[in-house]
């Protein structure tokens, strides 16, 4: 069920809130709506709701978590590019814009930033990707230009992440962060067998001989930057 109280004003632009923390979609709201030209018209909690809001509210941006209750965002952003053509999107998370930047570009959102940002950048982010523009952060906009010219190293690391799903990848990070097969199991809501495949999967695709071989990787990855720590946050 999407959670909104309907405040469109005709001169400013409208706003959706996809997040599944509470204090967070209250921080946002009172922020855009401090702006002048700024609405939020809802607001949506999973992935459910925000396709309930925008379908009721036509929103012209949508700010959205790439967490949701277990699920990821990139699906959503999928499905809200694809019904909402002219819509814009920007990604607002906690994950490692290093690593995920790019996958949310290319799921169809307009922007990627993270949550650590302060108002200011958040404000100016919005009102770029509104403008019909692409808003990355100085790194990230050197990574992609620069990804070419980048060292054998960097370059294997990143071409090997880039072969997984977005599922495969979260596990790798768990992996990294020392989870065991159960312990991933109950943080994402999924079934052991369903993880146990997964890995199974990822060691394949990275070439992997073995299981420790996954995770050594994952440390480093972790380690060097190419994946989110959350133990980190």
Known sequence: MA???????????????VDDHPVVREGLREMFNRESDLSVVGE?????????????????VAVVDLSLGGETGFGLVRTLRQAHPKMAILVL?????RVFAQRALQSGANGYLGKHEDASVILRA?????????????EVSEMLLTAASAPAGAARARSGLARLTNRELEILRLIGNGLKTAEISARLGIGSKTVETHRTRIKEKLGANSANEVMVLAVNWL???????????
Do not use: N, Y
Request: glycine content about 4%; aromatic content about 4%; overall charge negative.
């Open 3 to 17: 959670l909104w109280k309907d405040c469109r004003v005709t001169s400013k632009a409208t706003v959706l809130i």
């Open 44 to 60: 949506a909690r999973d992935r459910d709701s925000a396709i309930a809001a925008c379908e009721a509210h036509t929103p012209d």
């Open 93 to 97: 998370s906690m994950h490692d814009e």
């Open 126 to 138: 919005v009102r770029r990707v509104l403008s019909g523009r692409t808003f990355v952060s100085e």
């Open 223 to 233: 380690r060097d930057g190419f994946l989110d720590d959350d133990s980190q946050r």
